[in-house]
T-cell receptor
Framework: AQTVTQSQPEMSVQEAETVTLSCTYDTSESDYYLFWYKQPPSRQMILVIR??????QNATENRFSVNFQKAAKSFSLKISDSQLGDAAMYFCAYLGGIQGAQKLVFGQGTRLTINP | NAGVTQTPKFRILKIGQSMTLQCAQDMNHNYMYWYRQDPGMGLKLIYY???????DKGEVPNGYNVSRSTTEDFPLRLELAAPSQTSVYFC??????????????FGQGTRLTVV
């Protein structure tokens, strides 16, 4: 079964600095998708960034970028120029491919605090 | 588009009561999911469905039941509510028809308290 592990329950960073959140996953599939979701206190789940496993190029979305290491099954999120609005819970998620179980599985989450 | 709609937003149940959490999506998505999120924790998959008439268990299915008679609706049934089922419940949907822009869309959540 696919599993997603986030080993950092909490992280903090100074405003305007850069922070990296870690995520590892376990799968036997070759085709899948990985996501980072943000959950502010409102509980809304907001997509931050996605990565297709067949793409070698790391995804970027403005200040957010990932380091996708397929062989190591690692998918970290880098937030550059951190802003107060980035404070939230961040979840790494795995979505199985067409040939797989097609489940959407989440990690335990990392609570990110931004210090002004 | 409304996206994913969950009802109710809040509910208090007494031990042993039953209820159904409703989830509807208007995006014609094949895949639908139910999660529970305990305080300060991640989302645990309860049940999921890959299409009408097809459902499967996730990590924590005990105490819950689902059905998927239509593409749009995916209700979650709690039978004999227990305090351990106090949690926030999220419904989500996704599709692979928009590859490579696949993502999951979430409802606003249902906060359930069992007393």
């Amino acid at each position: 079964a696919q599993t997603v592990t986030q080993s950092q329950p909490e992280m903090s960073v100074q405003e305007a600095e850069t922070v990296t959140l870690s995520c590892t996953y376990d799968t036997s599939e070759s085709d899948y998708y990985l996501f980072w979701y943000k959950q502010p206190p409102s509980r809304q789940m907001i997509l931050v960034i996605r990565q297709e496993a067949y793409k070698q190029q790391n995804a970027t979305e403005n200040r957010f970028s990932v380091n996708f290491q397929k062989a190591a099954k690692s998918f970290s999120l880098k937030i550059s120029d951190s802003q107060l609005g980035d404070a939230a819970m961040y979840f790494c998620a795995y979505l199985g491919g067409i040939q797989g179980a097609q489940k959407l599985v989440f990690g335990q989450g990392t609570r990110l605090t931004i210090n002004p | 588009n409304a996206g994913v709609t969950q009802t109710p937003k809040f509910r208090i149940l007494k031990i042993g009561q039953s209820m159904t959490l409703q989830c509807a999506q208007d995006m014609n998505h094949n895949y639908m999911y139910w999660y529970r999120q305990d305080p300060g924790m991640g989302l645990k998959l309860i049940y999921y469905s890959v299409g009408a008439g097809i459902t499967d268990k996730g990590e924590v299915p005990n105490g819950y039941n689902v059905s998927r008679s239509t593409t749009e609706d995916f209700p979650l049934r709690l039978e004999l509510a227990a305090p351990s089922q106090t949690s926030v419940y999220f419904c989500a949907s996704s599709t692979r028809d928009r590859l490579p822009h696949t993502e999951a869309f979430f409802g606003q959540g249902t906060r359930l308290t069992v007393v």
